[in-house]
């Protein structure tokens, strides 16, 4: 089972939007299911990764684009992808990133199982559940 946060999903849902006709992906991270706030995430053992956060794409930069690898996010701290496949190919393809975990959405944007899911390296569709829960807090200290 894949977890991610309702709130992650729909800002992922967002930037593929605005992004739509082009493509979008950016790695996405995870927070342990009992550092989360709200009542989704008390159903899951609290050592669970759950997807909650991701890495603004930097659609000017040339060379975070080179055969789609994200260069500018270390590979340490995504322990997912997200992509958008606008036209509409819900599977991971040979033009994706591959991480342990790839979240895929076409259009029409929208979180049904036809239109988002996560898949393994591979290809495999994974069960996902979407909670309803929130990451901690965060803080810039400087």
Do not use: C
């Amino acid at each position: 089972m894949v977890y991610i946060t309702r709130a992650l999903v729909d800002v992922l849902l967002d930037l593929a939007s605005d992004a739509d006709p082009d493509r979008v992906t950016t790695g996405v991270s995870v927070t342990p299911a009992g550092e989360l706030a709200g009542g989704g995430a008390g159903a899951i053992p609290p050592d669970t990764p759950v997807f909650t956060d991701f890495y603004l794409p930097d659609p000017g930069n040339a060379i975070n684009a080179v055969f789609g690898v994200d260069l500018s996010t270390p590979a340490r701290q995504a322990q997912g992808r997200f992509v958008s496949h606008p036209l509409r190919e819900l599977e991971v393809t040979k033009r994706d990133d591959l991480a342990q975990v790839v979240f895929v959405a076409v259009p029409p944007w929208t979180d049904d199982e036809d239109s988002f899911g996560a898949f393994d390296r591979s290809g495999n569709r994974k069960p996902l559940e979407i909670i309803d829960a929130e990451p901690p807090e965060q803080s810039l200290s400087g």
